[in-house]
T-cell receptor, first 114, second 110 residues
Framework: GAGVSQSPSNKVTEKGKDVELRCDPI?????LYWYRQSLGQGLEFLIY????????KSGLPSDRFSAERTGGSVSTLTIQRTQQEDSAVYLC????????????FGDGTRLSIL | KQEVTQIPAALSVPEGENLVLNCSFT??????LQWFRQDPGKGLTSLLL?????REQTSGRLNASLDKSSGRSTLYIAASQPGDSATYLC?????????FGAGTTVTVRA
């Protein structure tokens, strides 16, 4: 398909485990974003990539969270030593080149920490 | 810090009625404002994007207005249908980062 693809769609893991979430942006989109949607906090910005660089990581909640992007395409969000408060839906979006272009979202990864 | 508020939080209307959804934001220095639709268990679908220099955008039954100086946007949905039932989110952009409201959950009764 032509949209943003995220995997897995659902992930259940035990507290303390590491998890990796994947995002495939729309082909040709240079800008990629991660957001988190939780019941108590709504939708929050996590990190912004332009190409393979992340000029804004200000939304990452702690040093247990990291993200990378390779080849100007696929991005991986990694959460180490997961905690119950990490339970949320993690959404990825991409846009043509950032700035005034609309952001297009994937269906998200629903993460549950037991 | 940008604060985005959406009123009402929920709305239930009979089919055929027009919908009016409100969004306000505290910092008028925005690049654009985007309206999204979210269905249960799904991601966000972009409905309309209004650049900061524009006053409104239209797409089919949807019309969104923007008054940047007063920090307000309104989404109008004409002749609502049961398929319009969803949560509608507005988001303002500071160049690349979106700040979201909590959304308005709409139910259109057949």
């Amino acid at each position: 398909g032509a949209g943003v693809s995220q995997s897995p769609s659902n992930k259940v893991t035990e507290k303390g485990k590491d998890v990796e979430l994947r995002c495939d942006p729309i082909s040709g989109h240079t800008a990629l974003y991660w957001y988190r949607q939780s019941l108590g906090q709504g939708l929050e910005f996590l990190i912004y990539f332009q190409g393979n660089s992340a000029p804004d990581k200000s939304g990452l909640p702690s040093d247990r969270f990291s993200a990378e992007r390779t080849g100007g395409s696929v991005s991986t969000l990694t959460i180490q030593r997961t905690q119950q408060e990490d339970s949320a839906v993690y959404l990825c979006a991409s846009s043509l080149n950032g700035g005034n272009q609309p952001q297009h979202f994937g269906d998200g990864t629903r993460l549950s920490i037991l | 810090k940008q604060e985005v508020t959406q009123i009402p939080a929920a709305l239930s209307v009979p089919e055929g009625e027009n919908l009016v959804l409100n969004c306000s934001f505290t910092d008028s220095a925005i690049y654009n404002l985007q309206w999204f639709r979210q269905d249960p268990g799904k991601g966000l679908t972009s409905l309309l994007l209004i650049q900061s220099s524009q006053r409104e955008q239209t797409s089919g039954r949807l019309n969104a207005s923007l008054d940047k100086s007063s920090g307000r946007s309104t989404l109008y949905i004409a002749a609502s249908q049961p398929g319009d039932s969803a949560t509608y989110l507005c988001a303002v952009s500071d160049d690349y980062k979106l700040s979201f409201g909590a959304g308005t959950t709409v139910t259109v009764r057949a």
